[in-house]
């Protein structure tokens, strides 16, 4: 256990942070303290507002209300600058490296020890603190390793190394195990512990209980934007955390009438391994339902529905696709009749500088004109027709996608999948960033499909929409099923338990 708060001060303490942003009230009056020399973690559901609090602490977002104090004094946190003056680092799921620059290059990114002749680098300097930092985390690299050589756990002890050299005295890592290896983990772990001897104060959000309990001192649960409390590991234990981290009300205004039997097996996936992380998946999914594909944030649910797609290629196993052996990439998946909704619907999943028009008839461009003959005309109705069928606000099909809402983008990526004939729909988050009234009406569009025979394999991170949407449920743990659940059995508790322990 660490030293009682009596005899040691918080090296940092967060009073009363209020941060909303439009139609969200992200943090409500959240207080946080952070001590030296202890691993306090952060927990809560994906949106529950750990994020936004620590970009909130290094100065990403300014807090609309609240309080800082370092070492009891009042500070203040503007600014990314504030916060490296402050010796507070925070590596995200994100890395800030650069791929082509060296190690030691990266480390000391702009803060490069100077050379006699002005303007020139001692990279002889340089190289041999980076080494020491190297050292001192237990890595035996050459500082001179390009970085995109390296593997995310190097890449993640780069940037560990990165925060020591600006002297950090607190670090914040953001599920800084998502992607790593059980030995990878370890050595995370024992540099963790190396940094806590030296009385670096260390804030640790994770999804996984069995972290929270071998490396945590403190325990703070958010929920909402909100704290709801925080506990010793002593006394609390994994199931009462996830109580604490759900306890609210399921919202049901989502809730549909369950259709009959379903129909023929859509999409089968047996036995299913992937470069990109996944094992062993066996999952169905039929004409007639939606089956979600629950799972915290890192899980492999987007692997997964990638390489149902053909977007990443499966190493064993096999995917069939109405019956069909999928053999290929996306184009083959699409011609099956599968379609892939991205979560990045701007990066992915449309031409952002092209009209709606075109946009919905990108995927089907074949299918419109077998003759490989385009006809403005007949390209003009099939696009109002599907602007009529979604509802899509827009002035009119010459408006570029850009300059829609996010809700009504959706719409325009499913039309586009519509159009191409598609009957397997698989949603990543597909009301990510959408406010509430556009989300009922996506929703609705869903179940249209699923009444007129399609198959939909839903993702979201929001449990209620899991469960007050979905027929069934799969729920992804560390790349694997870790379990199934028919409607009657879920609730947010069950989820969340298969999701972050091993129950």
């Known amino acids: ?122 990279h002889q300097a340089m190289h041999a603190a980076a080494r020491c930092l190297l050292d001192t985390l237990g890595m035996a690299l050459s500082t001179h390793t390009p970085v995109c050589q390296l593997g995310v756990a190097q890449q993640q002890m780069v940037e560990i190394a990165k925060a020591l050299s600006q002297d950090a005295r607190i670090l914040v890592l953001d599920e800084p195990t998502a992607a790593l290896s059980d030995r990878e983990t370890e050595r995370l772990f024992d540099v963790i512990r190396r940094l806590k001897a030296d009385g670096v104060a260390l804030v640790y959000i994770s999804h996984r209980m069995a972290e929270v309990f071998a490396l945590g001192d403190r325990i703070t649960v958010m929920r909402d934007g909100r704290k709801v409390g925080s506990y010793l590991p002593a006394d609390a234990t994994p199931d009462e955390l996830v109580t604490r981290m759900v306890g609210r009300k399921v919202d049901m205004s989502y809730s549909r009438e369950r259709s009959g ?90 031409a952002l500088v092209r009209s709606v028009r075109d946009n919905l008839l990108l995927a089907g461009l074949r299918r419109a004109f077998p003759m490989h003959w385009y006809h403005q ?57 959408i406010d509430v009234g556009a989300k009922a009406e996506i929703f609705a569009l869903i179940d249209g499909l699923v009444r007129q025979g399609a198959a939909v394999l839903l993702i979201s991170s929001e449990l209620p929409e899991i469960i007050t949407v979905c027929d069934r449920a799969y729920v992804m743990r560390e790349g694997r099923i870790a379990g199934e659940l028919a409607h009657d059995q879920m609730s947010e508790e069950r989820i969340l338990q298969l999701g972050m322990n091993d129950a």
């Not at 391994?273 to 996944?278: D, F, L, P, R, W």
């Not at 066996?282 to 939606?290: F, Q, S, T, W």
């Not at 069909?324 to 999943?349: F, N, W, Y």
Request: proline share 5%; net charge neutral.
């Open 377 to 433: 005309g007949k390209a003009e109705s099939l696009a109002a027709k599907e602007i009529a069928r979604l509802r899509i606000a827009t002035p009119n099909a010459d408006q570029l996608a850009q300059n829609l809402s996010g809700g009504n983008q959706q719409k325009i990526v499913i039309g586009k999948w519509l159009l191409a004939g598609a009957r397997l729909f698989i949603f990543d988050e597909p009301t990510r960033g």
């Open 1 to 122: 256990m660490h030293a009682s708060h009596d005899d040691s001060k918080p090296i940092l303490e967060m009073r009363g942070i209020t941060k909303a942003f439009p139609g969200v009230k992200a943090l409500d009056d959240v207080s946080f303290s952070i001590y030296p020399g202890e691993v306090h973690m952060l927990l809560g559901e994906n949106g529950a507002g750990k994020s936004t609090l620590m970009k909130v602490l290094c100065g990403v977002h300014i807090a609309d209300a609240g309080a800082f104090l370092y070492q009891g004094e009042p500070v203040q946190i503007a600014s990314p600058v504030d916060t490296m003056r402050l010796g507070i680092a925070v590596i995200f799921q994100e890395f800030s490296l650069v791929p082509h620059l060296d190690i030691a290059q990266n480390i000391f990114l702009g803060r490069e020890p100077r050379g006699r002749i002005p303007g020139s680098v001692d």
């Open 261 to 350: 039997v379903p129909g023929e097996i859509a999409l089968e996936v047996c036995g299913v391994s992937a470069a990109n992380g996944i094992e062993d998946i066996n999952l169905h999914v039929r004409a007639g339902e939606i089956v979600g594909l629950a799972g915290l944030v890192g899980s492999g649910r987007s692997e997964l529905a990638r390489a149902a797609f053909g977007a990443d290629p499966i190493r064993r196993g096999e995917i069939r696709i109405f019956g069909q052996v999928m053999r290929g990439g996306p184009g083959k998946a699409r011609a099956l009749g599968a379609a892939l909704i991205p979560e990045s619907r701007k990066t992915e999943g449309l």
